[in-house]
């Protein structure tokens, strides 16, 4: 199974021109349906502790944010929520439901592979769908833990090797999923096949190479996704 970019597929400016184009479906592609109970369930597997309940406040970075969906569902739940995306289409959605919402969260432009915070900034950094799309897969990983404070977690959704549009059919047939939620996720495995799936020891190798440490790998979705998270190891 191909675990790397499709040599000469989805470069780095055609993925900013689409993501720039294409920003209101997107947007609207990751409000309901599959993707989105997928995110949900995401967020209750990294087993956050309760914002302000004896914690204090936490901080969470969400990396590659989107329109902000996820972003906002931890706000809502109290915690301090910073997000970076480096189409400015989609943070003008972003910032504009979360507007809407009256949810309080920071938004800023930025590459994911260089991002605009001090070390140990966060207590929590996240990414939903991102880094399998990346360019720059070390860079970005090297990022997420430089931003996060020692025991701190860093943690993602991305596609298993598994993922292909073949078995996306199959898996919406057999959970009778609509034809538009169909069209969503075979979208998504299309997008998975010309860029990244990770089979477990290539993704256990940059997760390492990245320092983190304690890894948990869970396969989601019919095994066609990845939950992973690790923890960020003391500094000298």
């Known amino acids: ?21 294409g920003a209101g479906y997107y947007a609207r592609k990751l409000a309901t349906g599959p993707e989105a109970d997928l995110r949900r369930e995401f967020l ?5 502790p309760v914002s302000g309940n004896g914690h204090g406040t936490i901080s969470v970075l969400d990396v ?15 915690y301090d929520v910073t997000a970076v995306d480096r189409s400015r289409s989609l943070l003008r959605i972003a910032r504009r439901l979360a507007t809407r919402e009256r949810t309080s969260v ?45 025991s701190g977690l ?8 598994s993922m292909s549009v073949t078995k996306i059919v199959a898996y919406a047939r057999e959970k009778r999923l609509s034809a538009r939620d169909t069209r969503k996720l075979i979208a998504w495995a299309t ?19 990245a320092g983190l440490q304690s890894l948990t790998l869970e396969q989601r979705f019919g095994g066609m996704v990845w939950f992973w998270k690790g923890t960020v190891p003391s500094r000298a």
């Open 154 to 161: 860093v943690a993602s959704l991305d596609p298993h090797a």
């Open 191 to 209: 997008s998975a096949q010309c860029n990244r799936r990770f089979e477990e020891g290539h993704l256990r190798r940059v997760l390492t190479d």
């Open 106 to 150: 920071r938004f800023h432009l930025s590459p994911v592979e260089k991002l605009p915070f001090p070390d140990s900034s966060f207590d929590y950094c996240y990414a939903t769908g991102v880094v399998y799309w990346v360019e720059h897969l070390a860079a970005t990983l090297s990022e997420m833990v430089r931003v996060t404070r020692p």
């Open 1 to 21: 199974m191909v675990t790397t970019p499709v040599r000469g597929w989805l470069r780095d400016p055609i993925k900013r021109l689409l993501f720039e184009v």
């Open 64 to 78: 590659g944010c989107g329109p902000g969906h996820v972003a906002r569902a931890l706000a809502r739940c109290g």
């Open 44 to 48: 209750q597997s990294l087993q956050l």
